[in-house]
């Protein structure tokens, strides 16, 4: 029974983030801008994290903040520029390209994070690894409607933007493994996004908050971006990786991408072909496959 309240959690938590760029695209069509949408998303996932973790130092039995630690929260802070740079690289992707194709192209943090761990870190790729790597490729090929509609009809700058997106999260995702693991995962949630309002309140002066144009709008995106994209999705894996385990939640948070199809497709009437979802369906299958084969190593 923990394991499937875990893998509940792990699955709720991806398909969370699977609805963002549909709501990005929302926020885009009532103007406002890329600084207005990842400022108010960062700032209202800050503000809420704090709240909850001073909640629950005033009324949990343990102390969530105070225990002796090896890490610095300085370094949690500034790892937390890499999940700010993410939110600015993919939601520039998301005003350039569908959702649909946005999701895909992120998605490619899948072989990125293996080529950074082989060039910082020398962790060689295992056969599978490398397999699924050429998978993805190709299945990216038919994901992106690059083989029916050819590289002119795509939009170079968007694509460019996904893997850029693609390789910060991957940075993230090394980086999230290895540093801050002896604080309470909310403690390092919070730090971890107040260093990326830092980032993002820097590239992007936060001047909509004082001079007048902050209406219902801001207040509407900026608490389903914070809360889907910031907030519920830490608190879930927290709660659910261990006790799924990392490989069974590698296959459930991959539900991120079917997600994210399916809500541009029904909600954002977006077009996407056969092919498209043929494509989506070998990355999806990939990820199962990859993590399901660690799951048999161990």
């Given at each position: ?33 890329l ?6 998303q ?8 704090w ?7 005033v ?5 969530t ?10 370094k ?25 194709l ?10 990125i ?9 020398r ?11 050429g ?10 409607g ?39 995962p ?13 980032l ?12 007048g ?7 509407y ?32 948070s ?15 009437h977006?077009?996407?072909?056969w ?5 989506v ?18």
């Open positions: 029974m923990e394991k499937l309240k875990g893998a509940l959690a792990v699955f709720l938590g991806a398909s969370s983030f699977g609805i963002l760029s549909t709501f990005v695209k929302k926020a885009y069509g009532q103007g406002l801008t600084g207005q949408v990842t400022g108010i960062v700032l209202f996932g800050m503000l809420i994290l709240i909850i973790l001073i909640l629950m130092n009324f949990s039995a343990g102390p903040t105070s225990e002796a630690r090896k890490s610095s929260w300085v949690i802070l500034v790892s937390g520029t890499s999940t700010g740079l993410v939110s600015v690289l993919y939601y520039k992707c998301v005003q350039l390209v569908p959702a649909s946005a999701i895909v192209l992120l998605m490619q943090y899948i072989w994070g293996v080529v950074i761990e082989f060039i910082f870190f962790t060689k790729p295992s056969k599978n690894n490398l397999i699924g790597i998978i993805v490729l190709m299945a990216t090929l038919l994901a992106t690059l083989i029916e509609k050819g590289l002119s009809q795509l939009n170079l700058t968007g694509i460019v933007f996904g893997l850029l997106a693609a390789t910060a999260y991957s940075v993230f995702m090394i980086v999230n493994g290895r540093v801050g693991n002896d604080y309470h909310v403690q390092k949630s919070a730090i971890m996004v107040t260093g990326s309002c830092v993002i309140f820097t590239l992007f002066p936060p001047v909509y908050l004082f001079n144009q902050f209406d219902h709008h801001y207040l995106f900026g608490l389903i971006l914070s809360l889907f994209g910031t907030v519920i999705p830490p608190l879930l894996f927290a709660y659910g990786l261990p006790k799924t385990g990392f490989s069974l939640g590698g296959i459930l991959s539900a991120e991408l079917p997600v994210a199809t399916c809500m541009s497709y029904f909600i954002l977006e077009s996407v072909t092919l498209q979802w043929l494509g369906l070998l990355i999806l299958g990939t990820v199962i496959w990859l993590n399901a084969a660690k799951e048999e190593a161990h």
